[in-house]
């Protein structure tokens, strides 16, 4: 190791070790072009033999950039954000640039500091879930002139931009293969839906799915639950107390739906005979629990990739459309089936 009183190496130090001027270590550096490959070559070496790190302060001073973009998540507490983080940290290190990463807890005014903190940290780009933030912060955003990407979620409401999928419409592709199926009695375990806005959309979907079939959504067959197995467990309890008692459950997403399954077993109710249960994202697990789950495909990393590419193109002062609508598909599994008197009438029908 180097001895504490030697000096590190200096831009100029790598410019002379490569013979070259500067003002070409500096553009190789920062990824500009102009530079022959020979001489990019040449400087990349003389970096490495001398262990040359480059001062991010004065990069950032420099370019005007602080080389890193913000994102903020509900939480970390669930694999479709886990994917979300690993794919826009891959995307964003392709192009040189580092994630700072902060959570809300579902909470709009934690988003709101989170977001000024962020800001004030300097980062390039903003990455956000959902459109629920307050007027008072997307004011603040667009007076700080910092490019904003709203995810997971579309249509673009004005002046926003984003890349995501109607919730809505993803969740009523559920509700009517149940409805295919035979079943009217279609309950839903959503997750809590104050100042989650995706998660409102999604009940909102299930109301006009039922809606367009002749059906209602009774307060006895709605439950919103925060999302996690014990509180998704204690959500299909209290549905079932309904009478009569549903024969699907639709899940606001995989992690609640895994909840009711296990709450299924424990009560001795067979999924899908007696009970047909449906989640939404499509988490790894859920082509590996028992039943499978049938479940709404959320493709996480093409969309949050995506969305990294929205901002850098920003950041670099180009045009960006205004909303991007990722396509989601209905997984069809083992957790649904018709209802058990349908399924009675089908097997006399078939005598």
């Keep these: 190791m180097p001895s504490p009183d030697t000096a590190p190496p200096t831009v100029e130090d790598v410019a002379a070790a490569a013979g070259v001027s500067t003002a070409t270590v500096s553009r190789v550096l920062n990824g500009l072009g102009g530079v022959r490959e020979p001489l990019r070559r040449k400087v990349l070496a003389a970096v490495e033999t001398l262990g040359y790190v480059p001062n991010a302060g004065a990069r950032a001073m420099m370019l005007r950039r602080s080389g890193t973009i913000g994102a903020i998540f509900p ?60 007027a008072e912060l997307l004011q603040r955003l667009a007076q700080r002139g910092v490019p904003v990407v709203h995810v997971m979620t579309w249509p673009a409401p004005p002046g926003l931009v984003t890349v995501g999928f109607d919730n809505a419409r993803a969740m009523g592709q559920a509700v009517r293969l149940l409805l295919d199926l035979g079943h009217r009695r279609i309950a839903m375990l959503a997750g809590v839906t104050q100042d ?123 045009e960006v459309p205004r909303a991007t609508e990722i396509e989601v598909a209905l997984v069809v599994r083992d957790s649904t089936a018709p209802p058990p008197r349908e399924r009675a009438a089908r097997r006399v029908s078939r005598r």
């Design 75 to 134: 939480t970390v507490d669930n694999a479709i954000f886990a994917k979300a983080i690993d794919a826009l940290q891959r995307r964003l290190a392709e192009s040189g640039l580092q994630l700072l990463l902060a959570t809300s807890g579902y909470d709009p005014q934690t988003e709101a500091r989170q977001a000024l903190s962020l800001l004030t940290s300097g980062v390039d780009g903003l990455l956000l879930c959902g459109c629920g933030q307050s």
């Design 196 to 318: 989650n806005d995706r998660a409102e959309a999604r009940v909102a979907g299930v109301r006009e799915a039922l809606r367009a079939a002749g059906l209602d959504l009774p307060a006895t067959r709605l439950t919103e639950r925060r999302y996690g197995l014990a509180a998704a467990r204690d959500g299909l309890r209290w549905l079932l107390q309904a009478r009569p008692a549903p024969t699907a459950v639709v899940c606001g997403n995989d992690v609640l739906a895994f909840g009711a399954l296990l709450e299924a077993h424990r009560l001795g109710l067979a999924v899908p005979e007696q009970l047909s249960i449906v989640g939404f994202d499509d988490l790894d697990l859920a082509g590996h629990v028992q039943p499978a789950l049938t479940t709404v495909r959320v493709p996480a990393e093409e969309m949050w990739r995506l969305a990294a590419e929205r901002v850098i193109d920003a950041m670099r002062g180009a």
